[in-house]
């Protein structure tokens, strides 16, 4: 059977999975490799997109919040997205880099 999401079934013949996905990267279903190239029946690991963190044992990336935003890959932790840069805004969460500058009428300060 595939192996478990949040683990990599690294080498043939296991009976149950041998590593837990670790932080920084997302393992899915089928997953032979924590460090991001695909499984043999397609299962994927891969690296933390830019936007998202992965804690230890990730199987699906998490979004930064609104009001962060987060340009690089490989985030472990939310504390890694950054706040919204004073005078901009971030709209939506998994932002990779401020939504754009305040609208006249309106104020942006640092959250």
Known sequence: QLCLPSY???????????????????????????????????????VCPAGYFCPNGTASPSPCPKGTYLNTTGAIDVSECLLCTPGSYCATAH????????????YCPSN
């Open 95 to 106: 932002a990779t880099s401020p939504t754009g500058p305040c609208d006249a009428g309106f």
């Open 8 to 46: 990599a079934c690294t080498v043939r013949g296991l009976v149950n999975p041998d590593a837990l996905c670790v932080g920084g990267y997302f393992c899915q279903s089928g997953a032979a490799s924590v460090t991001g190239i695909l499984g043999v029946t397609g299962g994927l690991a891969g």
